[in-house]
């Protein structure tokens, strides 16, 4: 399973600043483990980031995404979508860890 894990400023994006750093560290522990995928911010990024998360279940990934400091601190919040892959790019085939029988193109 794959997890989108959106995230939205509940304040503004300058209230946010404070909580850069933590919240990068928070990113890169989790790029560090292998559970995000890929990271970043929305364009425009007044409107937050996105999260491309694996190898956990969603309970898992809701817990991670309680544990940002932008949430700890109130500045944001996370939408999490869960994704059973169904087809995949060969070039993904890999990384994502699907099946053969869901590998298209």
């Known amino acids: 399973m794959l997890h989108v894990l959106l995230l939205q400023y509940t304040t503004s994006e300058r209230e946010a600043g404070p909580y850069v750093a933590a919240h990068v560290e928070f990113l890169e522990r989790h790029h560090r483990d292998g559970t995000f995928l890929l990271s970043g911010q929305t364009v425009p990024s007044a409107?937050?980031?996105?999260?491309?998360?694996?190898?956990?279940?969603?309970?898992?990934?809701?817990?991670?995404?309680?544990?940002?400091?932008?949430?700890?601190a109130g500045v944001a919040k996370y939408t999490v979508t869960t994704i059973d892959v169904g087809r995949v790019h060969?070039?993904?085939?890999?990384?994502?860890?699907?099946?053969?029988?869901?590998?298209?193109?």
């Open 90 to 105: 060969p070039a993904l085939a890999a990384v994502l860890q699907v099946e053969q029988s869901r590998v298209r193109g």
């Open 47 to 72: 409107l937050g980031g996105a999260i491309v998360a694996r190898g956990v279940d969603r309970v898992a990934a809701e817990r991670i995404a309680a544990e940002d400091p932008f949430v700890v």
